[in-house]
């Protein structure tokens, strides 16, 4: 979709619409949301809307007579943080991810570098919580845990009956647990 700006629209699995410049194809925008965006369309007014998995509509402004009240949008930034993303959806994920190596939520004093940029880092309880950079808000966003691991140990590519798989889930079949 392409915005009257000249910007256009993408949307993906990993739960975002990206803005992108119509000159430079930079992102310029990542708006994150609590599902898979599943289609994106530019309104004539320049408002943008999302599809999602979860099966609602998000109206997007950038008008502020049209936004969302601060209740409205505090209460969409926890339900984005609430849910949580597996390691594989995660931009840049290669191989596994040490979660003792990571840094703590004090390496998000660091700005990043551009809009959309990823970091993980391990909260107070040690858990692996995905930030996102926002350069309209200069600040890092919370995306949500990122999961992967039962043992907590590594994320990324798990191993079972000699073979890789992006994820093996344990499901319960009359009593019997078996992997998928």
């Known amino acids: 979709?392409?915005?009257p700006s000249g910007e256009w629209l993408t949307c993906s699995e990993d739960r975002t619409i990206r803005v992108w410049s119509g000159l430079k194809d930079e992102c310029v925008q990542s708006i994150a949301h609590p599902a898979t965006v599943w289609a994106c369309a530019a309104m004539p007014n320049g408002d943008v809307i999302a599809g999602c998995a979860d099966g609602k509509a998000y109206v997007w402004t950038r008008v502020p007579s049209r936004c969302a009240g601060l209740?409205?949008?505090?209460?969409?930034k926890e339900e984005v943080a609430a849910v949580a993303m597996p390691a594989q959806q995660v931009e840049g994920m290669v191989g596994d991810l040490e979660v003792a190596k990571l840094a703590t939520e004090d390496a998000l004093a660091e700005p990043g570098n551009r809009e959309g940029q990823h970091k993980i880092v391990k909260d107070k309880n040690g858990t692996p919580m995905l930030y996102q950079w926002s350069m309209a808000a200069a600040s890092w966003e919370k995306i949500g845990e990122v999961t992967g691991?039962?043992?907590?140990?590594?994320?990324?590519?798990?191993?079972?009956?000699?073979?890789e798989y992006d994820y093996l889930f344990?499901?319960?079949?009359?009593?019997t647990m078996l992997k998928l």
């Not at 344990?170 to 009593?175: L, P, V, Y």
């Open 1 to 3: 979709a392409v915005l």
């Open 71 to 76: 209740e409205l949008q505090a209460a969409f």
């Open 149 to 163: 691991s039962s043992d907590g140990g590594t994320l990324g590519k798990r191993s079972y009956g000699g073979k």
């Open 170 to 175: 344990d499901i319960d079949i009359n009593g």
